[in-house]
T-cell receptor, first 116, second 113 residues
Framework: EAGVAQSPRYKIIEKRQSVAFWCNPI?????LYWYQQILGQGPKLLIQ????????DSQLPKDRFSAERLKGVDSTLKIQPAKLEDSAVYLC??????????????FGPGTRLTVT | SQQGEEDPQALSIQEGENATMNCSYK?????LQWYRQNSGRGLVHLIL?????REKHSGRLRVTLDTSKKSSSLLITASRAADTASYFC?????????????FGAGTILRVKS
């Protein structure tokens, strides 16, 4: 079974530039998550989708971050404009059970973003 | 702030020894999960323990949960060099705190061969 795919793996941009990350979840997984993991900290949930609808985006900085999940499969996360404090690893995860994080989440390898 | 806090922040042991990591949390939970993260790789789910369970085993892993103390521990027995990683506890808080997975800051485990 193929895992969660993310691209790119690494990205370096200057502040005020824009950047986009892509995620392809495990086939058949209805729920998709984006997390931000700052160095030395645990992952923090940014947004949760169930199929192509948003379940929770309460911790997404909506003035600069946006995310979408087209046709309930792939997802993109965008930052525009980027700030220095956005430097982090962005993790995508998916789970089979719709709507509940009580079940195992499968994580992708992440995208390491450096903002200079 | 994050829900869970792991203790210790870092742990260094010899191969073959046991490693114990602790996690404390603040609110009532539905369940608690432990994840492992190797350097440069994504998170891998290790084990889930529900709020009505007190102990759970999986291979060399043993997890305990004490809801009265709002704490959990992860024991890795007979550690191997390959166990070197960061270990995170993550809780699913009960309503009204939100049905989301909330991670602690993690424990960095180094197993020396």
């Amino acid at each position: 079974e193929a895992g969660v795919a993310q691209s790119p793996r690494y990205k370096i941009i200057e502040k005020r530039q824009s950047v986009a990350f892509w995620c392809n979840p495990i086939s058949g997984h209805a729920t998709l998550y984006w997390y931000q993991q700052i160095l030395g900290q645990g992952p923090k949930l940014l947004i949760q989708f169930q199929n192509n609808g948003v379940v929770d985006d309460s911790q997404l900085p909506k003035d600069r971050f946006s995310a979408e999940r087209l046709k309930g499969v792939d997802s993109t996360l965008k930052i525009q404009p980027a700030k220095l404090e956005d430097s982090a690893v962005y993790l995508c995860a998916s789970s089979l059970k719709p709507g509940s994080p009580s079940y195992e989440q499968y994580f992708g390898p992440g995208t390491r973003l450096t903002v200079t | 702030s994050q829900q869970g806090e792991e203790d210790p922040q870092a742990l260094s042991i010899q191969e073959g020894e046991n490693a114990t990591m602790n996690c404390s949390y603040k609110t009532s939970i539905n369940n608690l999960q432990w994840y492992r993260q190797n350097s440069g790789r994504g998170l891998v789910h290790l084990i889930l323990i529900r709020s009505n369970e007190r102990e759970k085993h999986s291979g060399r892993l043993r997890v305990t949960l004490d809801t009265s103390k709002k704490s959990s521990s992860l024991l890795i027995t007979a550690s191997r060099a390959a166990d070197t990683a960061s270990y995170f506890c993550a809780t699913v808080p009960k309503a009204p705190y939100g049905n989301k997975l909330v991670f602690g800051a993690g424990t960095i485990l180094r197993v020396k061969s």
